[in-house]
């Protein structure tokens, strides 16, 4: 039963696959879409939307590859294709204008997709990741590829990711339980297994994490504010490329995220306090 605190799970077809999404909020208030990381699902962002719910519409979809979305019949998992997934999708929700929120491969995307719909984003947070790859993204390809293919419980899975995570491990028992079920299903054997392509992870295994296209030159084009948020402790984005993004962006603004890595989960105060005078400036115009 959906409740104020819980959203409407739908599925919409995008570029002949089924692409999964969780919606929150009013379908007449201002949209937000949010774009999640390479190990996360579109739950992610419940702990957001459920702050932002009563003011905005919150539309967060699980990537291709990911979650309760199709996996791809032919391995097509660059950025290009996932970025071309939220163009499709924000077409067939009839998203006009909208905010867009990407967390780490997310960001990725919601750059990706920038270079060639720039005039629909109103504004545009870029959670902990910038165009050059740094250590941390082949650390987190590292570890996805050596965990474990499924556990005897849900428990024994929650407790792995824990152990993997500490930004996880300081999320509340509830947070930690609604995540885990968006990345993993219990499978007929009884055994909980990832929600995630195998062929995805042993492609990014095998040939590294797809290449970025350029995008130093998206940021610097790009004419809505913009938000990047940057967790002082991660491997992902250094606060050399951290400062060098909001530089060349004509709108930029740098939220700092003391003690922590990557990525930040964007319900820390000082991340709330942003994005609610961040949006609230842009629905104010």
């Keep these: 039963m959906t409740t104020p605190t819980q959203p409407f799970s739908k599925t919409v077809r995008v570029n002949d696959l089924a692409l999964h999404y969780l919606e929150w909020g009013e379908a007449d208030a201002p949209p937000i879409v949010c774009v999640h990381g390479y190990t996360g699902s579109a739950d992610a962002f419940n702990a957001l939307a459920r702050h932002l719910h009563d003011r905005y519409r ?4 699980d ?12 391995g097509a998992y660059r950025y290009a294709d996932q970025a071309s997934d939220l163009a499709e999708f924000a077409k067939q929700l009839g998203l006009d ?5 990407g967390t780490s491969m997310g960001g990725i995307i919601a750059m990706t997709y920038a270079a060639e719909h720039a005039e629909r984003l109103l504004g545009l947070v870029i959670n902990d990741i910038g165009p050059d790859a740094e250590a941390g993204t082949q650390r987190i390809t590292q570890m996805v590829g050596s965990r474990p293919d499924s556990f005897a419980t849900l428990e024994e899975a929650m407790a792995y990711r824990r152990a993997m995570s500490p930004i996880l491990a300081a999320r509340s028992a509830e947070d930690q339980h609604e995540l885990a079920l968006g990345v993993l299903r219990r499978g007929t054997g009884g055994k909980w297994a990832w929600k995630m392509d195998p062929a995805y992870i042993r492609q990014r295994v095998e040939r590294g994490p797809p290449a970025r296209p350029p995008l130093w030159p998206v940021l610097q084009a790009l004419p809505c504010p913009t938000v990047v948020v940057w967790g002082t402790e991660s491997d992902v984005l250094s606060e050399a490329q951290a400062l060098r993004m909001v530089d060349v962006l004509p709108r930029g603004e740098l939220v700092r995220v003391p003690g922590i890595g990557h990525a930040p989960t964007l319900v820390e105060p000082v991340v709330l306090a942003a994005l609610d005078r961040f949006l609230g400036g842009l629905h104010a115009r």
Excluded: N
């Design 58 to 61: 919150i539309l967060a979809f």
């Design 97 to 101: 204008k909208f905010v867009l929120i």
């Design 63 to 74: 990537v291709r590859g990911h979650g309760e979305s199709a996996w791809s019949p032919t």
